[in-house]
């Protein structure tokens, strides 16, 4: 059984401690949503868990969660409703919004909620290929179909809606190969792929898997004096979105140093509910923004739907935590991540890990660890099927059903076939430690012993 797999256990009693260590070691501050686990399981006594995906999800900070029960009691009304219980839900909202753009950079005005990331990725696409269409449909301009340029390495919820639009000849789309140099999509080979008819560029800022963090500042910058020159010869704006799903509560994120038009919100990867946002600048003023959906015009009419007040209360107490802390977080991060690394390749051996999200020149998330034990027998998921601490993924969670197939995103990146295969993907938390660096190695060193005996004659 995965990482993935393994049903979390209710916190009543004896099943969920928040206090204290295997082994009686260092303990836990009362009341955390601590992703260390007991579980009482066939009669053998407690066993320990270490949750180390938290670039899959990550727990319900006990604020956003408190947040989500007083909204849930206090702010029930509809906030379309003129009357006290209506106003309070729409206050609680307004409130949110503010976190958010606080959160970002950027301003109240900017902030769209949605149901996650996905929505608002599909939102921008489709927005870019509207006004792609809009402006070509005025006296004089040339008719085309609208291009978009991505990277090879982005989400499913980048990658699929273009693949459809493409399939029904709606759009054209180019996914620029990242660097296997850098592992990033680097500029000038965006550039490159740039059209007459391009109407959108969207990159990631840090990817889920390597946690390379990509050249977005840069590409920004010259794709806004390319548009200058677009202006001059009647050619459509191109428009600039990222994905900042993975970056948010990791790394400093301000939408006026990225330049971008559009940045996508993902609570769940930042200790909120799972809803989401979409920043846009100037949403149909300055930056183009089209409905997907249409009814009671709630967030002006952008995206209708009477407002989830609850998980929108989370999500703003989540991002209030991100702008008072954000430094902290990286920071303890970075360190216990640096931490695992140094004890992976002291318990293993220099030449048996592989370091897939090490790149020569390029930062990464603080919290990302991609690496590959090598060896035959040693696929990712055999290796987790044989730990009996860790939970973790051997890439993205949305690809968790694709068997033993090495990731797409490491064989891009130009990781070899058999080191992609064997490859981990541990991303530790706000709360993870030193001490659960270590049960975890211990984990994986045990693992690796049963599965090399497996082989053995």
Not at 46 to 70: G, K, S
Not at 202 to 224: D, K
Not at 278 to 288: A, N
Request: with cysteine.
């Amino acid at each position: 059984m995965t990482g993935a797999d393994w049903p979390l256990p209710s916190r009543r009693g004896a099943d969920w401690r928040a206090g204290g260590r295997h082994g009686g070691g260092e303990g836990r501050k009362e009341g955390a949503d601590w992703w260390v686990l007991l579980l009482w399981g066939r009669g053998e006594g407690p066993d320990w868990r270490v949750y180390l995906d938290h670039n899959a999800t990550t727990p319900l900070a006990p604020e956003a969660a408190q947040a989500v029960r007083d909204a849930m009691h206090q702010a029930w009304g509809n906030p379309s409703s003129s009357h006290p219980a209506g106003r309070k839900a729409k206050e609680l909202i307004g409130c949110a919004r503010e976190s958010l753009a606080r959160m970002v950079g950027g301003r109240p005005e900017d902030i769209v909620f949605t149901s996650g990331g996905t929505e608002a990725n599909n939102m921008v696409i489709h927005t870019a290929c509207r006004h792609f269409l809009e402006s070509r449909a005025r006296p004089g301009a040339s008719r085309g179909t609208p291009h978009i340029v991505t990277s090879s390495v982005e989400h499913d919820s980048i990658r699929l809606p273009l693949e459809q639009l493409v399939k029904e000849s709606l759009a054209e789309a180019t996914f620029v190969a990242v660097s296997p140099r850098s592992g990033r999509a680097e500029v000038d080979d965006v550039l490159t792929a740039i059209r007459p008819t391009t109407c959108l560029v969207s990159i990631m800022l840090a990817n889920n898997e390597t946690g390379v963090i990509m050249p977005v500042t840069e590409l920004s910058q010259h794709v806004h004096a390319l548009n200058q020159r677009r202006v001059a010869e009647g050619l459509p704006r191109i428009l600039v979105h990222t994905d900042a799903a993975q970056m948010i509560g990791k790394g400093r994120v301000d939408v006026q140093e990225l330049g971008v038009d559009y940045l996508t919100i993902v609570g769940h990867k930042f200790y909120g509910p799972r809803i989401g946002a979409l920043y846009v600048r100037g949403p149909s003023t300055t930056t183009p923004l089209h409905p997907m959906l249409f009814g009671g015009g709630q967030e002006r009419s952008f995206r209708p739907g009477t407002e989830n007040t609850p998980m929108i209360a989370g999500l703003g107490q989540a991002a209030e935590l991100v702008s008072k802390n954000w430094e902290a977080y990286e920071t303890h991060m970075r360190d216990v991540r640096d931490y695992l690394e140094a004890r992976l390749e002291a318990s293993f051996g220099k030449q048996r890990i592989h370091l897939n999200s090490h790149f020569t020149g390029s930062k990464r998330l603080c919290n990302t660890s991609n690496f590959s034990i090598l060896g035959p027998g040693l696929q990712g998921r055999r290796v987790l099927s044989r730990c009996k601490m860790l939970l973790a993924s051997v890439g993205a969670a949305c690809h968790s059903e694709k068997g033993d197939r090495p990731s797409a995103i490491l064989l891009s990146c130009g990781i070899p076939y058999e080191v992609a295969q064997n490859a981990l993907r541990l991303s530790v938390g706000r709360d993870t430690t030193r001490a659960d660096v270590d049960l975890v190695v211990q984990d994986l060193v045990q693992a690796v012993v049963q599965l090399d005996q497996d082989q053995a004659p």
